[in-house]
């Protein structure tokens, strides 16, 4: 009995893990590297970048696939060798220790179950230094992230699962032979009843009836037949149920993929899916108990209302606008939270400039947003001669003068500079020792930056060769826009024009003359001054950077 038990426990072996390393060598500035192979037949090769390491390291883990395959690719037989390192390949539960083999391990005391066929899978790591390819079952192949299935085994005839007692755990073992003793046929989750097992204790033992999922050859032919997919790097499961469920999940992982591929992005499309997605990982949590399937459902859900405000900014409609509104207009610059912020930009100009001259104002509007963050930033001459034309080096010294701003050298020497060697500036009033007069990250900073930098080198504007004041309208109009494109709030009917006039350092009588210019820049597409209000209407060319109200 013994002898028979060790020779069906040889039927199974452990899987196979090969291991390609890259690692660096030598001296760190010299930036070589080392590639390995777990394989005792691989000799370690020395490479002089790590472009061409990673390079060779996934020439090598083909090579070999290639032998794998040829050699008939994953074996039915083999034991999971994702178990046998105690499963700490695995990213499980958040609660889970961390693991030597970049996973984690469970906690101490928790069960690890493995199931499904055997696969042929391959891993990479996201730093790009570690490759592994291994046989290992199909659940814990699901489990781990950036995990490829390449290939499947066939099913074990069922003559190769008489050693699955024999394989078992002491107390499994022991159980089961109780069970034969009793009359009753060891039967384990993953397989049907043993009938060595029960012809090795009494010939009069009959297998206990069991659930016909259970069953060896029901189960056998419905995996068969039952379509496989995958989706967040995790495979579904051949026998999830609610079958419904199971189907979800694979069509849900078959949308993703064909978005992907689509050439531009439909993003109330990309919403809808991701809340299809927080939807059956919330069930599936709940089926299965598996914590990491709830967080990827939270985390599913949170990328879906980031999606709709990502839409509705880009459309100009409130992201619960559900009356249909004029549709989508335009692809904005700016969100609504961007263009709050560049109004706070344009009030601090307008307060804070050290002279009233519109050029003045201008290049504190512009310098400020590159200093916004730190209070120091880079400039180039041609930076300025764009922004000021002839004023620029007279506005420059002006500021330097009045201790607005500091620069290292001269002020000639700030307008010589190039985009190769830019010329460091500082603003005091906006260094971080200072009270902060703005609240947003450099990402923000850069977009609003830059979307003052679009309206005030709008090629039709320099084209006209337009003043300093009408830019600074050009400016004001774009930030105060609703999402049509009109101008001010819909209860004002328009922008007021003493607030309009005292941004751009013009008298309110001198709105409807520069109106004029910004028509005939296309810049408008119309514009009245009656009854104290400028009213009108951004060109359809410049919708992209009107700021939403």
């Known amino acids: 009995m013994a002898m028979e038990a060790g020779t069906q426990q040889e039927e199974r072996v452990e899987g196979r893990v090969w291991t390609v390393r890259l690692a660096p060598h030598g001296r760190p500035s010299a930036g070589t590297v080392k590639l390995s192979c777990s394989y005792r037949a691989c000799a370690d090769q020395r490479l002089s970048s790590a472009a061409e390491g990673r390079k060779a390291a996934v020439g090598h883990v083909n090579l070999h696939l290639a032998g794998i395959r040829a050699g008939g690719g994953p074996r039915s037989g083999a034991w999971c060798s994702c178990r046998a390192a105690g499963c700490a390949w695995h990213t499980p539960d958040p609660d889970a220790r961390p693991g030597r083999h970049g996973g984690t391990r469970p906690a101490a005391g928790a069960a690890t179950r493995c199931g499904g066929p055997v696969t042929l899978t391959v891993y990479a790591d996201r730093a790009g230094r570690l490759w592994r390819i291994s046989e290992m079952c199909a659940r814990c192949a699901a489990a781990l992230p950036n995990c490829r299935v390449l290939d499947t085994a066939a099913a074990r005839p069922a003559a190769a699962k008489t050693a699955e007692v024999a394989g078992k755990p002491a107390a499994e073992r022991q159980s089961a032979d109780n069970m034969a003793a009793d009359g009753v046929a060891a039967v384990f989750s993953d397989h049907g009843p043993s009938p060595a097992a029960g012809a090795s204790s009494s010939p009069t033992v009959q297998p206990a009836s069991v659930p016909h999922a259970r069953a060896a ?130 009030d601090y100009a307008q307060s804070r400039a050290p002279y009233p001259e519109a050029e003045v104002r201008l290049a504190v509007l512009l310098l400020a947003l590159r200093a916004a963050r730190a209070g120091t930033g880079n400039i180039t001459g041609q930076d300025l001669t764009g922004w000021l034309q002839g004023d620029a080096e007279q506005v420059v010294q002006r500021l330097v003068e009045a201790d607005w701003l500091r620069l290292p050298g001269t002020v000639a020497e700030t307008m010589a500079s190039l985009p190769e060697n830019p010329t460091a500036f500082t603003v005091p009033t906006l260094l971080p020792e200072q009270p902060r007069p703005f609240d947003f990250g450099k990402t923000i900073r850069a977009r609003i930056s830059g979307w003052a930098q679009k309206v005030v080198g709008d090629r039709k504007i320099r084209k006209k060769k337009l003043g300093p004041a009408t830019r600074l309208l050009a400016l004001y109009t774009a930030a105060h826009t609703r999402p049509d494109g009109r101008l001010g709030h819909a209860e004002d009917g328009g922008i007021p024009l003493d607030q309009a006039a005292a941004f751009s350092t013009l008298q309110p009588e001198q709105i409807a003359e520069h109106a004029g210019l910004l028509i005939a820049a296309d810049w408008l597409a119309e514009a009245d001054t009656t009854a104290g209000q400028l009213r009108g209407q951004l060109a359809e060319r410049v919708l992209p950077l009107g700021g939403l109200l």
């Open 217 to 346: 050859a029901p189960g056998a032919a419905s995996r068969r037949t039952k379509r496989w997919g995958k989706i967040a790097q995790r495979i579904v499961p051949h026998d999830l149920e609610p079958d419904v469920l199971r189907v979800e999940l694979i069509e849900l992982g078959d949308a993703f993929r064909t978005y992907q591929q689509r050439p531009e992005p439909d993003l109330a499309l990309l919403a809808e899916l991701h809340e299809r997605k927080a939807r059956a990982f919330r069930l599936w949590a709940d089926v299965s108990g598996d914590g990491s399937l709830r967080h990827e459902a939270t985390r599913a859900e949170k990328a879906a209302q980031t999606t709709r405000e990502m839409h509705a900014n880009r459309t100009g409609q409130p992201a619960d606008d559900t009356t249909g509104g004029d549709g989508p207009l335009a692809d904005r610059l700016l969100t609504r939270k961007h263009a709050v912020h560049a109004r706070a930009v344009l």
